[in-house]
């Protein structure tokens, strides 16, 4: 079950507090920041807020005020003197603006898979259709295990992250179906060619490292899928990436 540091929920027209709703299962989207450091500094605030707003639009959620209504309600909740470890959810549907904080965990070096047979729903955005994936994640220790969602034996993502997958040196990732989060772009532009792929079940024994990352998890490396007992055979590409993503950190400046 999630410990909240915080949660509180606001009426969208005139910023009023509300009773906390979640908005899980609404017809809106959420982003989730990582906020670490006292003070504290949010990793990649600027590009998470933007891509916000972009599926805002999108989904034709946006209001012209919205973004600094958003900024207004993330700075009144956040405490200059107060050391952090959290992911900050930000969700929003046509009434409410939701704003969560929970301790973040970091993962463990023994992280397994597990394959699940589902698709997200419209997986190009961050919606708030999660309901089938937190039932999954709500019985796990998400420290030290995650779903592998798959449809037609192809695998997506997981329930938290996106998946990279090693073979003979190149980074490969599924074609379609997938949300490219912030991390994602983050690597892609960083440091790497990722190749675009369909990435079967049948053929994950021909990978030698499977990794997450996201907000949520950093960079994660997946020592086994017990379902098809696959297992890591080194780490690194996830001493590559853990490496850029710390100096990413580093670099990170504290949240005005």
Request: aromatic content about 14%.
């Given at each position: 079950?999630?410990?909240?540091?915080?949660?509180?929920?606001?009426?969208?027209?005139?910023?009023?507090?509300?009773?906390?709703?979640?908005?899980?299962?609404?017809?809106?989207?959420?982003?989730?920041?990582?906020i670490?450091?006292?003070?504290?500094?949010?990793?990649?605030?600027?590009?998470?807020?933007?891509?916000?707003?972009?599926?805002?639009?999108?989904?034709?959620?946006?209001?012209?005020?919205?973004?600094?209504?958003?900024?207004?309600?993330?700075?009144l909740n956040?405490?200059?003197?107060?050391?952090?470890?959290?992911?900050?959810?930000?969700?929003?549907?046509?009434?409410?603006?939701?704003?969560?904080?929970?301790?973040?965990?970091?993962?463990k070096?023994?992280?397994?898979?597990?394959?699940?047979?589902?698709?997200?729903?419209?997986?190009?955005?961050?919606?708030l259709?999660?309901?089938?994936?937190?039932?999954?994640?709500?019985?796990?220790?998400?420290?030290?295990?995650?779903?592998?969602?798959?449809n037609?034996?192809?695998?997506?993502?997981?329930?938290?992250?996106?998946?990279?997958?090693?073979?003979?040196?190149?980074?490969?990732?599924?074609?379609?179906?997938?949300?490219?989060?912030?991390?994602?772009?983050?690597?892609?532009?960083?440091f790497?060619?990722?190749?675009?792929?369909?990435?079967?079940?049948?053929?994950?024994?021909?990978?030698?490292?499977?990794?997450?990352?996201?907000?949520?998890?950093?960079?994660?490396?997946?020592?086994?899928?017990?379902?098809?007992?696959?297992?890591?055979k080194?780490?690194?590409?996830?001493?590559i990436?853990?490496?850029?993503?710390?100096t990413?950190?580093?670099?990170?400046?504290?949240y005005?």
């Amino acid at each position: 079950m999630v410990t909240y540091l915080l949660k509180k929920s606001y009426q969208l027209k005139n910023l009023e507090e509300v009773n906390f709703n979640d908005l899980w299962g609404d017809y809106g989207l959420f982003t989730t920041m990582w906020i670490f450091g006292k003070p504290p500094k949010i990793l990649f605030f600027k590009k998470h807020i933007k891509k916000l707003i972009k599926s805002l639009k999108v989904y034709k959620l946006y209001k012209i005020d919205i973004e600094k209504k958003i900024l207004k309600l993330i700075k009144l909740n956040i405490k200059k003197n107060k050391k952090y470890n959290h992911l900050l959810r930000v969700a929003v549907n046509k009434n409410i603006i939701s704003i969560s904080l929970r301790k973040r965990f970091n993962p463990k070096r023994e992280f397994n898979l597990k394959i699940v047979n589902y698709k997200r729903y419209d997986p190009m955005f961050k919606n708030l259709r999660y309901q089938v994936i937190l039932k999954y994640l709500s019985k796990m220790d998400t420290s030290k295990s995650d779903i592998a969602l798959c449809n037609n034996k192809k695998i997506f993502e997981s329930g938290t992250s996106n998946i990279l997958f090693i073979k003979k040196n190149k980074i490969y990732s599924p074609i379609s179906n997938i949300y490219k989060g912030i991390t994602f772009n983050f690597f892609k532009k960083k440091f790497i060619k990722i190749v675009k792929k369909d990435i079967f079940i049948k053929s994950l024994h021909e990978y030698d490292e499977i990794i997450l990352i996201g907000s949520g998890k950093g960079v994660a490396s997946v020592k086994t899928i017990n379902d098809i007992k696959w297992r890591r055979k080194n780490f690194k590409f996830y001493n590559i990436l853990s490496k850029l993503y710390k100096t990413e950190m580093s670099k990170c400046s504290i949240y005005k």
